[in-house]
């Protein structure tokens, strides 16, 4: 997200720190951003190919899993992967309350019912031990989400699901090149959904998204969902979907995917930064991270009570911040229809009152980190 024209409103003293700024990305990979799309345009082939076999390949290579399927979006990966299983209307799958509602909506998208599961606190994350009470004889799967790039806890999500046989589907959306137990996400459920979205730690120049996982039947079925149902041209054996990812933000993405573990590693830095200058903050809640856990820190987001006045200093101080999420999914419009009131699921309401996400990307720099770790550090000292 660049964000030049909110500049107008800070004070001219300070330079400005944005949330994100995209535009860098380009800058530092402009020769070979360029040289794939002059490989692509002079390809003559727009639509599957091999550009995106190559960059599924090597994507799967990089989650290690089996098979990649490029797809449009992460919302479309997620519901190509519960169509692909054959979850649909009668059904129900258990969703973590606290989430971007793209994961509830691909729920709904499939047929079925989303089931919220509170979160931890510390980790923003689906809560295991509260799975085995939202298991119904209609639940079919479970949907781990990491959350601004944090691992949910896998293994112990992983146990309750096998309790009652329910598929482990991976909502990796944030989380491109995190770890678990040395193993990297993507790889730890049945199947993972990606997005591409331009400002993912994997960020595309457009919308677009990617089904990975070892079980060859599953992917055959999201092949065919994905391009109009067809196994092959005009043999169409399911009611599919036009759900492709196209050989230029391939191309596009194979660019950025080399990179990506050097700028994972970047944000990780900043992270650390973050969490030593903040730890004693009174008032500022940081993110725990469990010893299993290497984070790919999409977004670094902390805890206060006073959110809205903190902001608005770290605005006054040209510092801008986000908020994800100020609206739980069971309190939208969207979802008004399921019946939750205020308070139905306090766990995510409290962090919906309460999470602020700080700058984070891999072009942002050490004076910057420091500013907004000073800045906060002087909110509390002023106390407002």
């Given at each position: 997200m660049t964000t030049s024209s909110s500049s107008s409103i800070l004070p001219a003293k300070?330079?400005?720190?944005?949330?994100?700024?995209?535009?860098?990305?380009?800058?530092?990979?402009?020769?070979?951003?360029?040289?794939a799309y002059q490989r692509v345009m002079s390809s003559g082939r727009y639509i599957l190919g091999e550009e995106l076999e190559a960059f599924e390949s090597e994507f799967a290579a990089?989650?290690?899993?089996?098979?990649?399927?490029?797809?449009?979006?992460g919302l479309e990966a997620l519901v190509l992967i519960l169509r692909a299983y054959g979850i649909g209307p009668g059904h129900e799958v258990l969703v973590p309350s606290n989430t971007f509602i793209a994961t509830w909506l691909a729920v709904t998208h499939a047929g079925a019912v989303p089931v919220p599961v509170e979160p931890l606190e510390g980790t923003f994350n689906i809560d295991p031990g509260q799975i085995d009470a939202a298991v119904t004889p209609r639940t079919r799967a479970v949907i781990a989400v990491h959350l601004y790039g944090q691992p949910a806890g896998i293994d112990a999500i992983g146990e309750a699901a096998g309790r009652h046989g329910l598929r482990v589907i991976e909502d990796a959306a944030q989380a491109h090149g995190a770890r678990w137990n040395n193993r990297t996400v993507g790889s730890l459920g049945d199947a993972a959904a990606f997005s591409f979205y331009p400002a993912k730690n994997l960020g595309a120049y457009g919308d677009a998204g990617a089904v990975v996982s070892d079980d060859s039947d599953l992917m055959a079925r999201v092949r065919r969902l994905r391009n109009y149902g067809a196994a092959a041209k005009f043999d169409h054996d399911l009611v599919g979907f036009n759900s492709r990812l196209d050989?230029?933000?391939?191309?596009?993405l194979r660019v950025r995917l080399s990179c990506l573990q050097e700028w994972n590693s970047r944000r990780a830095s900043i992270a650390c930064t973050y969490l030593r200058g903040l730890s004693s903050v009174h008032g500022c809640i940081l993110p725990q991270v469990p010893p299993s856990d290497e984070p790919s820190w999409h977004l670094f987001v902390i805890r206060h009570r006073e959110r809205e006045l903190l902001r608005e200093w770290l605005l006054h101080e040209g510092i801008e911040t986000l908020i994800h999420y100020p609206i739980p999914p069971h309190l939208s419009g969207a979802y008004s229809h399921l019946g939750y009131l205020p308070g139905a699921l306090p766990t995510a309401e409290k962090l919906a009152d309460e999470v602020l996400s700080l700058p984070m990307g891999p072009h942002l720099d050490g004076a910057s980190v420091d500013r907004v770790v000073q800045a906060i550090a002087a909110y509390e000292v002023s106390g407002e």
């Open positions: 300070r330079p400005w720190v944005p949330f994100l700024d995209l535009s860098q990305t380009y800058v530092e990979l402009k020769p070979q951003l360029d040289a990089f989650c290690g899993t089996r098979f990649c399927a490029g797809v449009a979006n050989p230029l933000q391939a191309a596009f």
